[in-house]
């Protein structure tokens, strides 16, 4: 009984993953550009997953989410090869900080999707 419990406990936390902090979709709206500076956005939304220098003396700070979490079908002997899957979703902030230590411009992307197996 011990091991078909513990069987049971390394399936369900095998079926979902994430990466990342969600990112706080009301916070995005506190952003503005050309007033909102790096130090700003940094305390909004934590430490970015990257920070970036382009050619242009733009740094680029990019925060990223993603989870997938099986379908409780999946768990299901025989059936869920066919009715099982994957939620999803992908949360993307990108945000563009000018030379003079302002946001220029940012982009927010998240995306709920579905993963299925057939």
Known sequence: ?????????AVAMAGC????KPI?????????VGVTTEA???????VPSTKTLDASGTIVLTW???RAAAKPQTFIPVAGVFVG???TRLQQLTVLIGKKG???????????????YH
Do not use: H
């Not at 009984?1 to 406990?9: G, P, R, V, Y």
């Not at 993953?17 to 990342?20: D, H, M």
């Not at 700003?40 to 934590?46: L, S, Y």
């Open 1 to 9: 009984m011990k091991n078909l419990i513990a069987a049971l406990l």
């Open 17 to 20: 993953s994430s990466v990342g």
């Open 24 to 32: 706080a979709r009301d916070k995005i709206n506190q952003v503005q």
């Open 40 to 46: 700003e956005v940094i305390r909004m939304f934590g």
């Open 64 to 66: 990223v989410y993603s």
């Open 85 to 87: 899957g994957m939620n």
């Open 102 to 116: 302002r946001v220029e411009r940012y982009t927010m992307n998240d995306a709920p999707g579905e993963v299925k």
